[in-house]
């Protein structure tokens, strides 16, 4: 099976960060990444698949890489972003998460 | 917009089998090329595949649970379920029911939309 493995666990920023959220798969699995986010109480929320495309979500939300090693980045962190945030990789079942990140208000 | 609900017991007990139902409304999961998708989340937020269905009926499983597990489809009801076996404690979680969407490029997929989760708790 394919781990997932993302960085930081945690993390304190302020409105107006900019915020990088890395993960990295134990193999290479091209660019089938996607990208969560998850409020409490929720269902997790599909902000980007296939590494970088966007579904639906405001363009402060990026998505890059390819291979093993990839990075969600949010340019301006809103009020409203503050969540834990999920990569998976859909390369080939089963597919995993990773153990998710918490950005937090500093 | 496409909607998905989970239901089923909030409480199991140790070595029963859990019955849970995806009812899905706005969009038939007998049309076009989606795979219907469980996931679960443990207690401590780790986020588990456990396998889906595809329109045509033909299932997959994660490997690990793929002994206890049969998804199922019911296309005259818009739905498809899922049941597992022998369940333990280590099966409490919250339990999604997700649509898996292909990407593009012929490989992958990703899920786009997801019920609301349907916790269930095993104890005797």
């Known amino acids: 099976d394919i781990q997932m493995t993302q960085s930081p666990s945690s993390l304190s920023a302020s409105v107006g960060d900019r915020v990088t959220i890395s993960c990295r798969a134990s193999?290479?699995?091209?660019?089938?990444v996607s990208w969560f986010q998850q409020k409490p109480g929720k269902a997790p929320k599909l902000l980007i698949y296939a590494a970088s495309s966007l579904s639906g979500v405001p363009s402060r939300f990026s998505g890059s890489g390819s291979g093993t090693d990839f990075t969600l980045t949010i340019s301006s962190l809103q009020p409203e972003d503050f969540a834990t945030y999920y990569c998976q990789q859909t390369h080939s079942s089963p597919y995993s998460f990773g153990q998710g990140t918490k950005v937090e208000i500093k | 917009q496409l909607q998905l609900q989970e239901s089923g017991p909030g409480l199991v007990k140790p070595s029963q089998t859990l019955s849970l139902t995806c009812t899905v409304s706005h969009g038939s999961i007998s049309n076009g090329v989606y795979y219907w998708t469980w996931i679960r989340q443990y207690p401590g937020k780790g986020l588990e595949w456990i396998g889906h269905i595809y329109y045509t009926g033909i299932t997959s499983y994660h490997p690990s649970l793929k002994s206890r597990l049969t998804m199922s489809q019911d296309t005259s009801k818009n739905q498809f379920s899922l049941k597992v076996t022998s369940m333990t404690a280590a099966d409490t979680a919250v339990y999604y029911c997700a649509r898996g969407n292909p990407n593009s490029s012929g490989w992958g997929i990703y899920f786009d939309f997801w019920g609301q989760g349907a916790p269930v708790t095993v104890s005797s």
């Open positions: 193999q290479s699995i091209g660019s089938y």
